[in-house]
């Protein structure tokens, strides 16, 4: 039976007032999709939403500009933009002011003895220079190649972390819309065994029924309670959880709003995705990134061991001098230097081998992260098609278990069955119900996943199972 069949006959019985205690809740979930005015209202009104109502929408947005992990991220990927703007400094002109001055004593030879010269002799000068490197051997260039590298990583990093916080924040999300319609559940099996408590009663005042019947109805409306009491206890645990993913104060009181009802089907082919993991996973980019941060670490390791050659033009101008022969004076030049190893133990032999191997490592790093994504996908693909099949099963087992327990309860009505049948039946529909519950939060979050694992948003234009 599909989801539409299975949604009209629960808002049948609940109109009839015959259903069990959880298709009221259920039909009136928001997750059902079911529209009807007239379905059973909870034993107590719901209270006014003490904190803002967030949409899935609102509450990823928030989550990415607010949790420290994406702060953190950011802060690394603004680091390493400086970090090539400095490297590229390497080949870049500078201009410098600079100041020399001296005081002390003197002296000079005088027919080869040596006579001090009078006072203290002062010293000074205030030049500018200048100078424009030409070439450095490639150190500019490899260190700007590795500092290339270092900010694709740290930019890989940044969506490997958003992209975490998304299905972080939406399992949450979807963990607290799961415990309070599974309240609405256990407060509407609460209900039931209370109206059956008080008809017990009724019968053992008429005569009709023994005193342990209403025994077993206490206890039934006991363990009702209990139910109710650690689902309730669990809506403030999940809120406390997503405020932490959303980088709130996790004291602090919000509700969630149900977001559209997802197709049963996941609709994307297994092949697409694992298509869009190839291509979109950032754990592939990350490690891409580490392959180009070898290949740069293999470059710098061979510049090192090889001969040092820097040449640059200089320039420099001195306005003031206190030898006035240098007042005013200008020099300029080119100038370069070369560095030619003739030993070093191996160093640079040894940091080439090194780097060599950090490049391979990080090649067959490479090839793992793919083989992983492309699991990961998979499996993600197949839970959200088990997930949606699990969807139509749990809604077709409650709408048979509340059923079950419409024929019970007229049955013991009647006086054609025991109590035992009954409070066996409520309880299977109940369990029926948290189970078509829970079904249908697991394939939000299963839906989720597969976003995630194909590295697209979470926001609600990419759910659904499409890309």
């Known amino acids: 039976m599909n989801r539409a069949a299975f949604v009209s006959i629960v808002s049948a019985l609940v109109m009839l007032g015959l259903a069990g205690p959880g298709a009221a809740a259920f039909a009136a979930a928001p997750g059902t999709g079911a529209m009807s005015a007239q379905a059973a209202p909870s034993p107590a009104p719901s209270p006014a939403p003490a904190g803002p109502v967030l949409t899935l929408d609102q509450a ?69 220079v200048g100078s424009v490197p030409i070439y450095d051997g490639g150190k500019t260039q ?75 109805a206490q206890a039934l409306v006991a363990q009702a309670q209990v139910n109710l009491l650690a689902v309730q206890s669990q809506i403030a ?36 995705v694992l298509q869009q993991a190839l291509t979109n996973r950032p754990e592939i980019a990350v490690a891409q990134a580490q392959v180009a941060s070898a290949q740069a670490g293999v470059q710098q390791a061979q510049v090192n061991a ?66 992983s994504v492309r699991q990961t996908a998979y499996q993600a693909y197949l839970s959200a098609v088990q997930d949606a099949a699990n969807l139509t099963a749990t809604q077709a087992a409650a709408q048979a278990a509340d059923q079950a327990l419409q024929v019970a309860e007229g049955q013991y009505r009647a006086g054609v069955t025991t109590l035992l049948q009954v409070t066996t039946a409520q309880t299977a529909a109940a369990q029926a119900d948290v189970a078509a519950v829970t079904a249908l939060y697991t394939y939000e979050a299963a839906l989720a996943t597969l976003q995630n694992s194909q590295g697209l948003s979470i926001l609600s234009r990419s759910v659904g199972g499409t890309s």
Do not use: C, H, M, W
């Not at 065994?193 to 008080?198: H, K, V």
């Not at 009181?253 to 082919?269: A, H, K, R, S, Y």
């Not at 090889?306 to 100038?335: C, E, H, K, R, W």
């Not at 060599?356 to 490479?366: F, S, V, W």
């Open 60 to 128: 990823i947005t928030t989550a990415l500009a607010d949790n420290p992990q994406i702060v953190a991220a950011q802060a690394a990927v603004t680091a390493a933009t400086q970090g090539v703007a400095v490297a590229r400094t390497g080949l870049a002109p500078t201009i410098s002011l600079q100041g020399v001055g001296g005081e002390g004593t003197q002296s000079t030879s005088v027919n080869g003895v040596a006579v001090s010269l009078p006072g203290p002799q002062t010293s000074g000068s205030v030049g500018l």
């Open 142 to 216: 490899a260190a700007v190649a590795a500092a290339q590298a270092l900010l694709a990583n740290t930019q890989a990093a940044l969506r490997q972390t958003q992209q975490s916080i998304e299905l972080q924040t939406a399992t949450a999300f979807f963990n607290v819309l799961s415990a309070e319609q599974q309240t609405a559940v256990e407060q509407a099996a609460l209900k039931q065994a209370q109206d059956t408590l008080a008809l017990t009663q009724a019968q053992v005042k008429a005569g009709v029924a023994a005193q342990s019947a209403v025994i077993q």
């Open 237 to 272: 645990t999940n809120k406390s959880a997503l405020q932490a993913v959303l980088g709130a104060d996790v004291t602090a009181d919000l509700e969630v709003q149900q977001p559209l009802v997802p197709p049963t089907q996941v609709t994307v082919t297994s092949a697409a």
């Open 306 to 371: 090889g001969p040092q050659v820097s040449i640059a033009v200089t320039a420099g101008y001195v306005p003031y001098d206190t030898n006035a022969f240098l007042n005013n004076s200008a020099s300029y030049g080119l100038t370069g230097t070369i560095a030619l190893p003739l030993y070093d133990a191996g160093k640079g032999k040894a940091e080439i081998q090194q780097a060599q191997a950090t490049l391979k490592q990080a090649q067959a790093q490479l090839s793992s992260t793919q083989l």
